[in-house]
């Protein structure tokens, strides 16, 4: 009983939409900040190494280097304070946390893109199409 009552409580504080995106992608994520009485939109952006968690305890970790140190910042999926999540680059990821990336240095820590249009291209060019 108590676990429906629970559940009916998390499902009000969900967004609707919830942004498409995995581990390894590289993205935007727009934070509304409060300054006194004024909000502007703060644009963090990084490297995804991490999801956690479900419902409305869902997190996700983003990872960026910023003056040769590196920064990681843990973001709530569902909070109000994030106003979108902006996929800029799809990278080929064989694990679900990358934090092997802390370690490396310089062009070591890029990712290999996921391509679509090699996929796209392989179906084209196939035997059976002729």
């Known amino acids: 009983m108590s676990q429906q009552i629970l559940a009916k409580v998390e499902a009000a504080s969900l967004k609707t939409?919830?942004?498409?995106?995995?581990i390894g992608d590289t993205v935007d994520v727009h934070t509304r900040i409060l300054e006194g009485e004024k909000e502007r939109i703060q644009i963090f952006n990084g490297v995804v190494i991490a999801r956690a968690g479900s419902g409305s305890r869902e997190t996700f970790t983003v990872r960026r280097i910023v003056a040769g140190e590196g920064v990681e910042r843990k973001f709530?999926?569902?909070s109000p304070k994030i106003a979108r999540v902006e996929v800029k680059r799809s990278g080929?990821?064989?694990r679900a946390?990358?934090?092997y990336l802390r370690d490396r240095v310089?062009?070591?820590v890029r990712l290999r893109e996921k391509r679509d249009d090699q996929v796209a291209g392989s179906k084209k060019g196939s035997a059976s199409d002729a």
């Open 76 to 78: 709530p999926l569902h």
């Open 92 to 94: 080929v990821s064989r």
């Open 17 to 22: 939409e919830v942004p498409q995106f995995s």
């Open 106 to 108: 310089g062009k070591a």
């Open 97 to 99: 946390k990358l934090y």
